[in-house]
């Protein structure tokens, strides 16, 4: 049975080490006033600060999600330690001798696991880099020499060997006291006939070190010919080793990345190691697998995911390069950051670039160039054949969504114009109109914008989508007899007194799709409050908060008026629902035919070619989903 850690000393541990000390390692902190500090929470998603650090109090709190406590406790839930990890692991960082009860001081089979594991890496990383000194690791030396790192680079960088026998590693471990369990728990060993082996064998090897510093895993790369392996060998899967979540150079770059807002991602271990030693201090890059949400994460608490902030992405010139590079897109709107992609214009990686050209070549690639969004438009367009115009449609349907993503609006803007330049549609306000809808539709359902050809709400339908908002109707007077008027009173009906019949799709249609003024108000009206998605758990809260947000006492009435008029069908359902938001919608749709086929007339035949092409592309998507829409009614929503 493990002895219980002494109390007092338990206290001296937590008093040693402050909270804001421990907790910087993970996130960005900055003045909250009154003495606290505030950061984005690492227990939950938030684009805004509500987790609090109080120093002076030794606790922490999230505002947002809950969670709080004092130093252990944040450490055991970021890290997913139990209580004696944390309280050794501290008590190691700042020196202080523990005291076990129940038998004295604690043997090491007492200890916690992930603090066995670390310290088994640990012993493992000071093993290689002796053993880089060794003469059987003159391939090693001169493989980090060709690439123009010295010996002091490598010692930087705890760069070191592993021997090429069987269980140099292992004999060595097991030497130290640890078990051969702990010895394939941790990924430095594995499996054999008879005893555990060393996993790494004949390699050069880079430790990797999560945020707080430990080494948890290992990358080594193939020097022998005879090495049948692959190129690079990353540590397995292990309880402390995650490969989504883990950044080699982390450790490093933190400060830097925190202090400069700014971060730079590149492909390989001798590519971070490139780019600090030429000043780039902010480079980090991947284990062994694609950037994705979980490394997001981790820069977004260093960077305090503000609008100043900047990441860059190094990629290879190559097919694969641009194939990490459009990857690397799909998670872009998770960042508030800027985002931007650097490619050497000879496809050179950053180690290489140096060795060709020097540092100052180095520094200069990662310069903000090219905007991520614009190369990844670029590469998407090129797809396409767009000397047609079902090419050109294509093009549309799938460069869109990420124009739409762009965070700053005057830049979206003038994007979408780019684009309606680089697909050769003259009618660029169609374009304009269109990547603002996407965008709005993004906005309404809380950021989570269309990935590149996802089906928005004009993709989704298969037409376009309704045009921006205008700050107020030009319909016409209200008419009950008017068949589309009815239709929408009897749609705007259902989105106040049953709006889970109608949500999400009410939500995705523009005021100008009502085409009386007062309708369009009331519609206006909903979408501030939140929208019909927003009343299907609690009808009542949700008409009152429809009613508070009316701009006038003529719209506060109309909305009360709708919300008790009774609704015009025997049975009020789904299919109901579906009818009268396909009505809305094709006759808005039939609308857009009418003025599109008047613009075409106008041209005629001795219009600019590329205009009439422009307008004839619009016109054949305007029939097609129309057409969609008579066939499939509420499925083409």
């Not at 990358?219 to 397995?236: C, E, I, M, Q, V």
């Not at 902030?309 to 960042?335: C, H, M, N, P, S």
């Amino acid at each position: 049975m493990a002895g219980r850690i002494n109390d007092d000393d338990i206290k001296k541990v937590r008093d040693a080490v402050p909270i804001d000390v421990v907790v910087s390692e993970y996130l960005q902190l900055r003045n909250a006033g009154g003495g606290n500090l505030k950061g984005l929470c690492p227990f939950h998603d938030e684009k805004s600060p509500s987790f609090q650090v109080s120093p002076s109090k030794g606790l922490f709190h999230c505002f947002g999600c809950q969670e709080g406590g004092d130093t252990l406790a944040f450490l055991m839930k970021i890290d997913h330690l139990t209580f004696s990890e944390t309280v050794e692991r501290l008590a190691a960082q700042a020196g202080i001798t523990l005291r076990y009860e129940e038998g004295g001081y604690n043997p090491s089979h007492q200890r916690g696991e992930r603090v066995r594991l670390v310290e088994a890496h640990q012993v493992a990383a000071q093993f290689f880099v002796e053993q880089l000194e060794s003469p059987e690791a003159e391939t090693a030396r001169k493989f980090l020499a060709e690439r123009g790192f010295d010996q002091a680079a490598a010692a930087h960088f705890g760069v070191g060997y592993s021997p090429a026998g069987w269980d140099h590693l292992t004999r060595f471990l097991r030497g130290k006291g640890f078990t051969d369990k702990e010895i394939l728990t941790s990924g430095l060993g594995q499996e054999s006939r008879r005893n555990p082996i060393d996993r790494f064998r004949g390699r050069l090897m880079w430790p990797i070190r999560d945020i707080g510093g430990d080494v948890v895993g290992f990358g080594a790369r193939r020097l022998r010919d005879d090495d049948t392996g692959p190129k690079y060998l990353n540590t397995p899967e292990t309880p402390i080793y995650k490969k989504s979540q883990v950044l080699y150079g982390i450790d490093l770059a933190k400060k830097d990345i925190a202090k400069s807002s700014r971060a730079v991602v590149v492909e390989g271990y001798t590519d971070v190691m490139a780019c600090h030693l030429a000043g780039v201090t902010t480079a980090i890059a991947t284990c062994g697998t694609a950037f994705g949400g979980e490394h997001i994460k981790i820069l977004r608490r260093l960077l305090m995911d503000n609008g100043s902030a900047r990441v860059i992405f190094t990629f290879d010139g190559d097919a694969a390069g641009q194939k990490a590079a459009l990857r690397a897109f799909e998670d872009d709107q998770k960042f508030a950051a800027e985002t931007y992609i650097a490619v050497a214009p000879d496809g050179m990686d950053p180690c290489d670039l140096r060795l060709a050209k020097g540092d100052e070549a180095v520094a200069e690639l990662v310069r903000p160039r090219t905007p991520l969004f614009e190369f990844a438009l670029r590469q998407i367009v090129a797809r396409y054949d767009l000397e047609t115009s079902g090419g050109r449609a294509a093009a549309l349907d799938e460069a869109a969504p990420v124009v739409a993503r762009i965070k700053n609006i005057s830049q979206q803007h003038e994007v979408a114009v780019q684009l309606a330049g680089l697909l050769g549609i003259l009618d660029t306000q169609f374009v304009v109109k269109r990547v603002a809808q996407l965008a709005r539709w993004a906005r309404e359902r809380g950021g989570r914008a269309p990935a590149p050809g996802a089906q928005g709400p004009r993709d989704r339908r298969g037409g376009p989508p309704p045009a921006p908002r205008p700050t107020a109707s030009a319909g016409p007077a209200l008419h009950l007899r008017s068949p589309a008027h009815r239709t929408e009173r009897e749609l705007l009906k259902l989105a106040l007194q049953y709006p889970h019949l109608v949500a999400p799709a009410f939500d995705a249609y523009g005021a100008d799709e009502f085409t009386a003024e007062p309708y369009a108000a009331v519609r206006r009206t909903i979408e501030e409050a939140g929208g019909a998605e927003q009343g299907a758990a609690d009808v009542t809260a949700y008409l009152a908060r429809v009613r508070d947000t009316a701009p006038d006492d003529r719209v506060r009435a109309l909305v009360t008026e709708l919300a008790v008029e009774a609704i015009h069908a025997k049975k009020v359902d789904d299919l109901y629902a579906g009818v009268q938001l396909v009505h809305v919608r094709l006759r808005a749709v039939d609308r857009r035919i009418a003025e599109v086929q008047g613009t075409y007339t106008r041209l005629g035949s001795h219009g600019d070619p590329a205009q009439v092409a422009a307008v004839q592309n619009e016109l054949w998507v305007l029939q097609q989903y129309a057409q969609t829409l008579r066939n499939k009614g509420a499925a083409a929503l």
